[in-house]
T-cell receptor, first 117, second 114 residues
Framework: GAVVSQHPSRVICKSGTSVKIECRSL??????MFWYRQFPKQSLMLMAT?????????EQGVEKDKFLINHASLTLSTLTVTSAHPEDSSFYIC?????????????FGPGTRLTVL | AQTVTQSQPEMSVQEAETVTLSCTYD???????LFWYKQPPSRQMILVIR??????QNATENRFSVNFQKAAKSFSLKISDSQLGDAAMYFC???????????FGSGTKLNVKP
């Protein structure tokens, strides 16, 4: 149980285009989903927290107009990188926090490697 | 905010030996949870072990166990009978009960030598 999928696993796009990344909790309902960014050989950096049906909460320094987050249902959250630039190239990871007895545990998706040319 | 410190950027252990990864944290909260996650080369984050701060008994999961010292705010991970598949980055993570956020340490890279 507690499986989180992320799609796509890898994406290459041209500078100026937008890219959407999907995060799904497959076998549980997620009250909260988190979006992280990870640079090579570094820890995860929290970008934003999204709760189903409400606006995402962004961490300081993260541009909310550039990184659009939608949490339309208890099993799906999306991250859209708008007008992507080469500096947005990174590894993006989502996680989901479940309902019930495992609410204090987050389960991670496999990540999305974004390369902006 | 809460800080999580992993003072060992990299460690090595011989296969079948035991290794301990250190983690300290700083919080004024009394209710929180502690986790160890591993991130192998595939970069999929995998939950290794979970500890509730209100429990005095140390959590164990097969070859993995923790030494939780609440007063010292220390949460170390012991891996017994190390296996090649244990090679990964290990992150110590805390979660405050009343807040909707998880805090990560900087990670410890574990190498397992055959």
């Amino acid at each position: 149980g507690a499986v989180v999928s992320q799609h796509p696993s890898r994406v290459i796009c041209k500078s100026g285009t937008s890219v959407k990344i999907e995060c799904r909790s497959l076998d549980f309902q997620a009250t909260t989903m988190f979006w992280y960014r990870q640079f090579p050989k570094q820890s995860l950096m929290l970008m934003a927290t999204s709760n189903e049906g409400s606006k995402a909460t962004y961490e300081q320094g993260v541009e909310k107009d550039k990184f659009l987050i939608n949490h339309a249902s208890l099993t799906l959250s999306t991250l859209t990188v708008t007008s992507a630039h080469p500096e947005d190239s990174s590894f993006y990871i989502c996680s989901a926090r479940g309902m019930g007895s495992s609410t204090d545990t987050q389960y991670f998706g496999p990540g999305t490697r974004l390369t902006v040319l | 905010a809460q800080t999580v410190t992993q003072s060992q950027p990299e460690m090595s252990v011989q296969e079948a030996e035991t290794v301990t990864l250190s983690c300290t944290y700083d919080t004024s909260e009394s209710d929180y949870y502690l986790f160890w996650y591993k991130q192998p080369p595939s970069r999929q984050m995998i939950l290794v072990i979970r500890q509730e701060a209100y429990k005095q008994q140390n959590a164990t999961e097969n070859r993995f166990s923790v030494n939780f010292q609440k007063a010292a705010k220390s949460f170390s991970l012991k891996i017994s009978d190390s296996q090649l598949g244990d090679a990964a980055m290990y992150f110590c993570v805390t979660h405050l009960y009343n807040f909707n956020k998880f805090y990560f340490g900087s990670g410890t890279k574990l190498n397992v030598k055959p």
